[in-house]
């Protein structure tokens, strides 16, 4: 069971058919059969949970579980009036209404803002559509945590062993 932060460049997927840089690029040999916990596009980095067992990492990315995924979103600012309501009470994709369960500006300089979402979806690419809905299309996106589980102070391309208390609270919150 290991942590990742994912470069931007790289397929959140273990291997490529098109020859992409991929997650198994970073792995060392026997570790090809991990399941990874969660997609992020090619754009986007940080964290992903690698695990042999494909029981927790379906449960993990199961909509029905409602596990929580954080995301630092850079985008244009400053922010419009009313974006963080937008978001919470819902906003229309194609694919359906989806709304964050929290959205917290972390810090504003002038042309653009930093903003932390939190939300359950896993629904394709959720966080720059809804950031496209509300004018706001992301710059630069990075998943900081899953569940119980934070990226810390891992640098981008590391890997760590998940520790036995946040192994424990990922089993705990998908009923294992």
């Known amino acids: ?11 959140s997927t273990m291997v490529d058919p098109e020859g992409r840089p991929s997650i198994a690029t970073y792995l060392k040999p026997g570790q090809e059969h991990l399941f990874h916990v969660g997609r992020l596009d090619n754009e986007t980095e940080g964290l992903l949970i690698l695990t042999n067992d494909g029981e927790l990492a379906n449960r993990l990315t199961h909509p029905s579980y409602e596990v929580p995924k954080t995301y630092v979103v850079q985008t244009r600012g400053p ?8 978001l919470r009470e819902g906003v229309e994709l194609e694919d359906g209404v989806a709304q964050v369960d929290s959205f917290k500006l972390v810090d504003s300089t002038p042309g653009h803002v930093l903003v932390e979402v939190v939300l ?3 629904k394709n690419r959720i966080v720059r559509r809804m950031m496209d809905s509300v004018a706001h ?4 996106l990075s998943r ?5 589980v934070h990226l ?3 640098g981008v391309g590391d890997m760590r062993p998940l520790t036995r208390e946040e192994l424990g609270k990922l089993y705990d919150i998908v009923g294992l």
């Not at 922010?79 to 937008?86: D, P």
Request: zero cysteines; charged letters at 20%; glycine letters at 14%.
């Open 1 to 11: 069971y290991f942590v990742f932060n994912k470069p931007r460049g790289v397929i």
């Open 79 to 86: 922010l419009a009036k009313g974006v963080s309501n937008r």
């Open 120 to 122: 359950h979806s896993g």
């Open 137 to 140: 299309p992301v710059r630069r």
């Open 144 to 148: 900081t945590s899953i569940g119980p």
């Open 152 to 154: 810390g102070k891992l």
